[in-house]
């Protein structure tokens, strides 16, 4: 059975014949940007108010209905600010404290995360599951046990990191469970080929993880140790229990200098948080582009 073509014009006559296709509207945009742009107004807001807040003056900070604009933008605030307390001893002190942690996470976890991800060992499963449960028990029932073995290293161990010292800041901090757990879920994305034929060539345990797993897992280490500075730059209430002394304080306790029993100097203090917020800022500048990747992998396998 053959089919009749039909004539050029027959064609064109049902082809103009036939009703227009409706032309569907497409924003020039990801729908999500419609709820991701308000939520994102939202987050920022309060940044954007402590901004504000940073350049008036103190009469301003307390007229109602609250000041948008200042008149003019008072940028001696921050300095007043810095000379008001000790800040470089803060920052110092934060810095140090912040670096030691760092350094102390980013090995021991790479360790015990390797150790958890590629060697079977007794009691292995065992262990992982107690590590875990450790992070759904929050800190404040910890805190005074954690406290007391801080008070005996202090005592029994060495002053420099007993209470009243900036020791007592780094000690319980030095590992986490999160970074173990973040970073043996990574090493488990790594292919096993590859050490394998590491450890054919006479590469050491130590050897493998420094000079191939590392070297692969740079965007989950990254992730982690931007985790870990901001968790130990920011952290106010250990450092609230265990220091007392002004020459120990670390930049969250030194921001109780510009609050006093019966009044707040809001200028100096929002001055004084935007200076404290400008490390942190650009960290997480740094480090953004690795935390979609590192926590995408992180997911692949259990």
Known sequence: MTTTE?????????????????????LPFSPWHLVLIPMTFVLILPLLWMLVTSLETESETNRFPPVLLPE???????????AAAPFGHFFLNS?????????????????????????????????????MA?????????????FLIVKWFGDN??????????????LPNLATAFGIF??????????????????????????????????LSLPAMSTLAA????????????????????DQMTIPLGLSYFQGAHRVKWPLLMAANVMSL???????????????QSVASTGIKG
């Open 227 to 246: 985790l870990t500075v901001l968790t130990s730059w920011n952290d106010f209430l250990w450092p609230l229990i265990v220091i007392t002394s002004q």
């Open 72 to 82: 003019r933008p008072r940028f001696e605030n921050y300095t007043e600010a810095w």
């Open 95 to 131: 810095a140090m404290v912040t670096v030691v942690v760092l350094i102390s996470n980013l090995v021991v976890c790479s360790l015990a995360g390797y150790a958890f991800a590629r060697i079977r060992f007794l009691g292995r499963g065992a262990l992982f599951v107690t590590l």
């Open 6 to 26: 039909l004539p050029p014009t027959e064609t064109v006559a049902r082809e103009s014949s036939s009703p227009p296709r409706e032309r569907k509207f497409k």
């Open 157 to 170: 161990v060495w002053e420099g990191l007993g209470i009243d010292h900036i020791g007592a800041l780094m």
């Open 182 to 215: 973040f970073l043996r879920q990574f090493f488990q994305t790594v292919p096993v080929e590859l050490e394998e034929a590491a450890r054919v060539d006479g590469t050491s345990r130590l050897g493998v993880l420094f000079k191939i797993v590392l070297p």
């Open 278 to 292: 400008l490390p942190m800022l650009l960290v997480f500048i740094g480090a953004q582009r690795y935390f979609v």
């Open 134 to 146: 450790t992070l759904m028990v929050p800190f404040q029932v910890t805190m005074i046990p954690v």
